[in-house]
């Protein structure tokens, strides 16, 4: 028997790795991650390893401890999930999505940490005619593998009031870097001052 252990030993390591790299695909997709907290948040069966712990004590509070909205329940199963915009902060993702439902729709905003796979941030909305907007959009970049440069996200929408220095780096105090444009710490941006947990 110690000879079959040690034969069967990497292999089962080698498949518990794949199934650990399969769901942390999964997780990374903010469509799979919604559709699995419309689920879990429709079924009263929330898993505490998806939500920061902000989050599920939010979700506790919320739900009066049983994991259930019963307005999102009343909306049915899920049929598709669209991102409606994104922006991509140092540490996280923000996401403005719509669920439909069998018998409606949900707006949601959502923040993923990108290193541990937690949904930071969670708002929605039953039946909302607009989706949320997101603060300081930048441009999407195109579908396709990210291997070109990443898109840049404008971290001072006030540039235009030039008597105000919003940037993180004190240590810059002759403005040598204000004309550069872009140059700015991105975690000084409105969205990682209203999510500081995704930057």
Known sequence: MNVLTRRLAPALCVLALWSAAIEAR????PRVVLNGMIVQLQTGTPNPQWYSPE???LLAYQTQNSGVYPALSQL???R???VVAEQQLPVGGL???TALHTGGRSDWR???NNYTNRVEYVD???GQNQPYPLPDMSPIPAAGPKSGPKAKVDPDPG???PGKDKRADADDKDNRGADAGGDEDPRTSDACKQFPNLC
């Open 159 to 161: 540039k235009d009031n």
């Open 124 to 126: 929605f909305n039953v």
């Open 55 to 57: 989050v599920w004590q």
């Open 26 to 29: 999964a997780q990374a997709d």
């Open 95 to 97: 996401y403005s999505m």
């Open 76 to 78: 049915g199963p899920v």
């Open 110 to 112: 959502i923040g993923i």
């Open 80 to 82: 598709s999930v669209a």
